[in-house]
């Protein structure tokens, strides 16, 4: 089965500079969900679309933006990236949108390493 | 604020043993739990989800335990393989805390022959 899928898997950036993360739901997902994960740390809710509107929002920076396309994929931009912004980004998908029970599956990750 | 959180960072046992990885949890809001399995640079992945109106669901060698009376979660691990080895992590949401995840601190399972 299709799962989620997430690129790149591994970036390396300086301190000051950008990056963008994609993520590409299953099929048929309509919701996106975009976590943080530091090292030995539990995964961090940072924000979230349902139907290419942002739907919830937790602990994103400012620096931090997304957005979710007409075909569903979203992209996490990240800008005056700082050390602490190494971790490990996931996105998940869920098919029934804002329902409690919906079951969100997660993709590989992207690692992002800020020197 | 409301937290999710295990009693054992680590868990280790034989192979052939069963498992148990608690888990406590403080907003009694929470509607929907979830059990997630995360291996070494891989994202989590579901295991098994029990709602606030059950007590215990069962799946594959799994059971997860719900005690909405002291607010405490339990998954069950039947037959312990080397396979299981990982990091379990609870996690809650309930329509008044968004539908997003809330995470507790994870447990590793290490899983000896």
């Known amino acids: 089965a299709a799962g989620v899928i997430q690129s790149p898997r591994h970036l390396i950036k300086e301190k000051r500079e950008t990056a963008t993360l994609k993520c590409y739901p299953i099929?048929?997902?309509?919701?996106v969900y975009w976590y943080q994960q530091g090292p030995g740390q539990d995964p961090q809710f940072l924000i979230s679309?349902?139907?290419?509107?942002?739907?919830d929002k937790g602990s994103i920076p400012d620096r931090f933006s997304a957005q979710q396309f007409s075909d569903y994929h979203s992209e996490l931009n990240m800008s005056s990236l700082e050390l602490g912004d190494s971790a490990l980004y996931f996105c998940?998908?869920?098919?029934?949108?804002?329902?409690?029970?919906?079951?969100?599956?997660f993709g590989p990750g992207t690692r992002l390493t800020v020197l | 604020g409301e937290s999710v959180g295990l009693h054992l960072p680590t868990l280790s046992v034989q192979e052939g043993d069963n498992s148990i990885i608690n888990c406590a949890y403080s907003?009694?809001?929470?509607?929907?739990f979830i059990w997630y399995k995360q291996e070494s640079g891989k994202g989590p992945q579901f295991i098994i989800d029990?709602?606030?109106?059950?007590d215990k669901r069962q799946g594959q060698r799994v059971t997860v335990l719900l005690n909405k009376t002291v607010k405490h979660l339990s998954l069950q691990i039947a037959a312990t393989q080397p396979g299981d080895s990982a990091v379990y992590f609870c996690?809650?949401?309930?329509?008044?805390?968004?539908?997003?995840?809330?995470f507790g601190k994870g447990t590793s399972l290490l899983v000896t022959p």
């Open positions: 996690a809650e949401k309930g329509e008044n805390s968004g539908y997003a995840l809330n």
């Open positions: 998940a998908s869920s098919h029934l949108g804002l329902a409690v029970t919906d079951t969100q599956y």
């Open positions: 099929p048929r997902h309509d919701t």
């Open positions: 679309f349902y139907e290419k509107m942002q739907s």
């Open positions: 907003n009694s809001a929470s509607d929907y």
């Open positions: 029990i709602r606030s109106n059950m």
